[in-house]
């Protein structure tokens, strides 16, 4: 649950980000405050940045942190775990922190955020045309979903093994499960 949600307009917004110690979400004037995550949140995004980052050593793609925030339209604004650029990317300003053309966006679930990456974040990132693959990492167990986009929507496929290996279609690349969830100790 968010603690304390402000209404802001979009310029009040982005000078608000730009001077928090923190990063801000930001859907249609409601600010959504976006505290750091746990060490196996962190753990499970690092590890899953390699993996990709390694996957896409031969091709025209950069992998991007959490830091990286991703325009969804003129009132959305969104800062995913990792995002995936292939080509050129294409920025919202000069300033080049506000990435406009993402070909693929990561979220690792929390307890605060998994309704939103499961519901929301779904159409949000629908709504972004250059977005062809939006990957979901669950936090407490070995599970992932992947929307890759279709002609009529996004299709869905699930993994639950660490044998499973996602196909990222759209960078020409694969995902190891194994080596996301690789060191990460899950509770019984």
Known sequence: MVA????MTVEEYLAFDEASEITNEYIDGEIIPMPGGTWKHN???AYMIMALGNALVDHECDVLGSQMRVRIDETKYVYPDASVVCG???????????????????????????ERDHVSKVELYG????????????QERVFAECYSRAEDGWRLRQYASLDDVIPLEPLGCSL????VYRRIVFDK
Not at 96 to 114: G, K, M
Not at 176 to 179: C, H, I, N, R, V
Request: aromatic letters at 4%; a negative charge; glycine letters at 2%.
């Open 4 to 7: 304390n949600i402000r209404q």
């Open 43 to 45: 753990k499970i995004v």
């Open 88 to 114: 050129d990317a294409e920025f919202e300003d000069e300033s080049e922190v506000t990435l406009r053309n993402p070909t693929v966006v990561v979220e690792v679930t929390s307890p605060s955020s998994l």
């Open 127 to 138: 709504a972004v045309p250059s977005i062809q693959c939006y990957l979901i990492l669950d």
């Open 176 to 179: 190891p499960l194994a080596g």
